[in-house]
């Protein structure tokens, strides 16, 4: 018996392929962006939807030419309705849906999934606005030489914390580049065992052991956590949470929750696609934040950049 697989909402979120493990290195996922249908079809079906051709194109495994796309495609074409739609919406957005994908059972790879885009896009933004964290005391009182030294053990000192880590390498990447107090933490205890699974091609060394994974819910992070944390990086963690219902406030419990756990000015990167603009400017308030970077004209899902004040 076929079960129902879950239609995905139409926003731009990136697919992945299987990654690749060879010597240890590892090869990035190819991405691809959910993209309207082409012209020909919608010129052929009036009534297609961004949804249902993702869903056919999923279906196919992305190995179809234009013209074995084409055929029996009408089977596809299909109009939700506004029940569907938010039904869609709802399932994304629970815990079930992905303690499945991590399962293994899910739309998504379950080894390896780099959600929007990778390390390369966050990283020149994590440098600027990280580098305005910087100790200079360090550089004036003559603990080290130069700046350059102080950003090398600037990075090592910096907390960093990745809520709803899934299974994205982001967790390796911030630590092949240095950044040593890692903490990330999902809600779905799959996620955290493929985590564990990717650490173990790094290296075993104490500084491997300090990094902590946790099974949290954002919107309720630990007491002892206030004020523990100088970055936090988020991708796609808000849009899972606005995605798991019509209740706006589960959003707005975890944004309190980040500000809670931030130190004040500190950073919060956002790797957002779904959130409505309008409801991110209600929730980031300007009271409690200061916005550095608006990712909303971002080609890709936007980047954004808070300070907590």
């Not at 009534?47 to 190995?63: E, K, S």
């Not at 950044?179 to 990717?198: C, H, N, V």
Request: net charge negative; hydrophobic share 35%.
């Amino acid at each position: 018996m076929m079960t129902r697989q879950p239609t995905l909402p139409a926003f731009a979120i990136a697919t992945a392929t299987s990654s690749i493990l060879n010597n240890g290195n590892r090869l990035r996922p190819a991405l691809m962006l959910m993209t309207s249908p082409p012209l020909h079809l919608r010129n052929k079906y009036p009534t297609i939807t961004t949804n249902a051709y993702h869903r056919h194109r999923r279906l196919h495994q992305f190995t179809t030419s234009n013209s074995e796309f084409d055929k029996d495609y009408s089977k596809y074409i299909t109009s939700p309705s506004d029940d569907e739609d938010t039904d869609a919406k709802s399932e994304f957005g629970t815990k079930i849906y992905w303690d499945a994908m991590y399962d293994g059972m899910g739309d998504f790879d379950a080894e390896e999934y780099s959600w929007y885009y990778g390390y390369e896009v966050i990283r020149p933004h994590l440098q600027e606005y990280s580098g305005k964290l910087l100790l200079l005391s360090d550089v004036t009182s003559g603990a080290v030489e130069d700046e350059s030294a102080a950003s090398s053990k600037h990075k090592s000192q910096l907390s960093i914390l990745l809520p709803g880590c899934g299974n994205d390498p982001l967790l390796l990447d911030l630590y092949n580049d240095g950044y040593r107090k890692l903490t990330a933490f999902d809600y779905s205890l799959g996620a955290i065992e493929r985590q564990r699974e990717l650490l173990e091609y790094l290296p075993a060394t104490s500084e491997k052991r300090d990094i902590e994974l946790r099974v949290e819910d954002a919107r309720a992070l630990p007491t002892e956590w206030t004020n523990s944390f100088d970055i936090i990086i988020e991708k796609g963690a808000l849009d899972a949470i606005y995605l798991s219902g019509n209740d706006e406030r589960n959003l707005e419990k975890a944004i309190a929750e980040f500000e809670r756990v931030l130190r004040p000015g500190g950073i919060c990167i956002s790797c957002s696609g779904v959130v409505p603009e309008q409801l991110r400017r209600e929730t980031f308030r300007t009271t409690e934040w200061v916005w550095l970077r608006d990712g909303s004209d971002d080609l890709r899902a936007g980047c954004f950049v808070f300070r907590k004040r």
